[in-house]
């Protein structure tokens, strides 16, 4: 992830809450330390736990959870902020104490995933768009309230013949311009996510362009929603040719890039 400087004073923020966001944001990519994404939905719990016959019920979950916040102190040398599932920012451990406390008594910034997944783009060839932003302002002020200090939310775009097409390039990159816009409205850091997928049979030029073209739309709409960039965070995609090509490129034979699936 990275961060960036802006071009505009984004007046519509205090000087206070412009330095609170710069504050967290660069708290999440101190030197050295990553994030732990623990954002799973219970959808994904319960095939997590299928595999090893455990039922998926909330206390299971809870006690997953526990598990990775309470594994040892020596996490906080790597790990500087956790993305939670809603249920589990308001959990707590076996003797009472919330996980959001828990990770802010060991310098861990706690993070909650905003989006609602994926959903089809209407008049493209299968593209799509993410959805949550209806009530998203009022849900970003709750999180904040309780402990939460950045956000995540993923967009999604495929490679294909004819894909992404500027209409589904453009429409994510103002999602999540408004999506950026809205948690800062509300204090949180927003990690801002445009994933351009690995599947396909396009080669390493294709990903290239077409993630150079992604980016330059979402940084467009970023500035046109004045949203404060050095209040942000970007996760990019890697740069590699599509899962099914077959021609690959020398560094991707010399490298073992998993690509992890487990949203």
């Not at 984004?10 to 967290?24: D, F, H, I, N």
């Not at 799509?128 to 775009?157: E, I, N, P, S």
Request: proline residues 4%; hydrophobic residues 35%.
């Amino acid at each position: 992830m990275a961060t960036l400087v802006s071009t505009d004073a984004s007046g519509w923020l205090s000087e206070q809450a412009r330095k609170e966001l710069v504050e967290t944001a660069r708290a999440i990519v101190a030197p050295g330390k990553g994030l732990l994404a623990a954002d799973e939905s219970t959808g994904t719990m319960g095939k997590r736990f299928a595999n090893i016959g455990v039922e998926n019920t909330e206390e299971n979950r809870r006690r997953y959870r526990q598990l990775l916040f309470t594994c040892d102190k020596s996490m906080t040398a790597s790990i500087s902020g956790v993305i939670l599932f809603h249920e589990t920012l308001y959990q707590k451990t076996d003797n009472g104490t919330p996980f959001v406390k828990l990770l802010n008594d060991m310098g861990i910034v706690p993070g909650i995933k905003v989006d609602k997944g994926v959903v089809q783009l209407a008049g493209t060839n299968g593209e799509t768009t993410t959805q949550g932003m209806d009530d998203l302002g009022k849900r970003c002020k709750q999180y904040y309230d309780d402990g939460a200090r950045f956000a995540k939310w993923r967009c999604v775009l495929k490679i294909g013949e004819h894909t992404p097409s500027p209409v589904a390039i453009l429409e994510n990159a103002n999602v999540l311009a408004r999506y950026a816009s809205t948690c800062q409205q509300n204090g949180l850091v927003p990690i801002v996510e445009p994933e351009v997928l690995p599947d396909g049979t396009h080669d390493l030029a294709r990903c290239q362009r077409v993630t150079e073209k992604v980016l330059a739309a979402v940084y467009k709409a970023l500035s046109d929603h004045h949203v404060f960039l050095e209040g942000t965070l970007l996760k990019p995609n890697m740069v590699t040719p599509g899962m099914d090509c077959p021609k690959r490129s020398v560094s991707s034979r010399r490298c073992n890039c998993g690509h992890s699936r487990h949203r």
